[in-house]
């Protein structure tokens, strides 16, 4: 008889390799594969410098470097010169979500350091947590962190924006219910508050402020559409202490008033059960 675990287990039987590792290594540190392999190689550098090499030419990995090498492409990989390399790898067997990629020997994103450096690296450690334990659904869990990994690697590769107007925009996400300290929040991007402004409205077309209120506003809709809150409610959860002023924002941006948006998209009554 099989038990529970097992039963799991077999349901998440591995299809192919997935495993990876942590090094740190000095500047002698080099793997040569002159026939290139038969999976996915991903690596993100924790600190130091490494390089990736192939026939179309050499990429460098600093901190925050994301690095994919593509099976069947002859490749060498290392420290770089008078450097450290401290990074995470991981082999892999395709997943759909390459194909968001493009279609180089060698692809590097950078995640500069903050929220999404260290999600990329609590990603890696779940994988790496993941494939050694081999817990039931764990080659599951693994591709899961993967996926993420590569659309975050896709999402910086498609990147339009100043990185630091890109940083801007996650905090004024994360933070959207707290009070805005502009004065903070240039601080956190490394500009001043009139460059931040300006580089701003440059980038985005909007103010600091209008943005916020945009995802604000946005953000209440869908409370009082789909959560069930009243207009007082949402105004207050996403960060409006003055009614009135969120009310006068929200009929400008949706054409009514709160209350007519949230009568408007209420469900229709439930009908009683024919006889």
Known sequence: MIGKNEKEIRRDEP????????????GTYRHRRPQGMNDWLLFFT?????YLRTPEGERRCGPGSVGLLRPGIPHEYGTAAGMRWHFYWVHFQKLPEIDYLPNDETIVASFPEGNL???VRHAFLNILSDSRERTGFWHTLCENSLREIIL???QQLEQRLD????LALRHLSRRMSSPLRIEELAGEVGLSVSRLSHLFKQETGESVVEHLNRLRLGQAALLMEHMGRTATEAALDVGFNNYNHFAALFRRAYGVSPRS?????????EQPFPR
């Open 152 to 154: 975050l690697s896709a």
């Open 117 to 119: 450096f260290e999600r």
């Open 261 to 269: 948006y949230k009568k408007g998209k209420a469900a229709p009554p």
């Open 163 to 166: 990185p630091r107007i890109e």
């Open 46 to 50: 924790l600190e130091g410098e490494g």
């Open 15 to 26: 299809q192919g390799t997935l495993f990876g590792g942590h090094y740190d290594e000095g």
